[in-house]
Antibody, heavy 117, light 107 residues
Framework: QVQLVQSGTEVKKPGASVRVSCKTS????????ITWVRQAPGQGLEWVGW????????EYARKLQDRVTMTTDTSTSTAYMEVRSLRSDDTAVYYC??????????WGQGTLVTVSS | DIQMTQSPSSLSASVGDRVTITCRAS??????LAWFQKRPGKAPKSLIW???SLQSGVPSKFSGSRSGTDFTLTISSLQPEDFATYYC?????????FGQGTKVEIK
């Protein structure tokens, strides 16, 4: 069955970087995109960006494009999202999701990233 | 960027009620519209893609429709597990955009 398993909770200081992983299984990794979404406390869902696992093409949300990088490792079917120069308003639960023609369909369990001094 | 305006922001309903949630796109997005359910502490659940196609395993009490740039999610006969926050998403090309969310609460 399709599974996306994310890395664990992170606590970072302002200005630091964080890398969240999303290990996939149960499907052909390179046939799909991986989309990243976040939800800050008490807020709605916010799209962060996507990466094509086929060719590595990416697109990022305009507000984050200078600080975020998405990559994949096709040998382990794992996607990564790095956010640099963390600020307090980056505190959120980050989700990865498989995406293709049907839009995002299967989701990871979420990774809480807390940015605090 | 395309904006998605979702309404209402919240609604109260009773078990068995039929509810309707709307998203309006700021420009034509064709059929590139999906709906999600979000419960506290849980990952989003994908409900509908391509305006009205149900994701695998989603019950038929969920349905979607389109009129121009207006998109609607209807939940017939609300059950206790349906009380959650619902989001629309414009996807498939260019930057994705979520609506602001609609919280469906128990009356």
């Amino acid at each position: 069955q399709v599974q996306l398993v994310q890395s664990g909770t992170e606590v970072k200081k302002p200005g630091a970087s964080v890398r969240v992983s999303c290990k996939t299984s149960g499907y052909t990794f390179t046939s799909y995109y991986i989309t990243w979404v976040r939800q800050a406390p008490g807020q709605g869902l916010e799209w962060v960006g996507w990466i094509s696992a086929y060719n590595g093409n990416t697109e990022y949300a305009r507000k984050l494009q200078d600080r975020v990088t998405m990559t994949t490792d096709t040998s382990t079917s794992t996607a990564y999202m790095e956010v640099r120069s963390l600020r307090s308003d980056d505190t959120a639960v980050y989700y990865c999701a498989r995406e293709a023609q049907r839009g995002p369909d299967y989701w990871g369990q979420g990774t809480l990233v807390t940015v605090s001094s | 960027d395309i904006q998605m305006t979702q309404s209402p922001s919240s609604l109260s309903a009773s078990v068995g009620d039929r509810v309707t949630i709307t998203c309006r796109a700021s420009q034509d997005i064709g059929n590139d519209l999906a709906w999600f359910q979000k419960r506290p502490g849980k990952a989003p659940k994908s409900l509908i893609w391509n305006v009205s196609s149900l994701q695998s395993g989603v019950p038929s009490k969920f349905s979607g429709s389109r009129s121009g740039t207006d998109f609607t999610l209807t939940i017939s006969s609300l059950q206790p597990e349906d009380f959650a926050t619902y989001y629309c998403l414009r996807y498939n090309s260019g930057p994705r955009t979520f609506g602001q969310g609609t919280k469906v609460e128990i009356k």
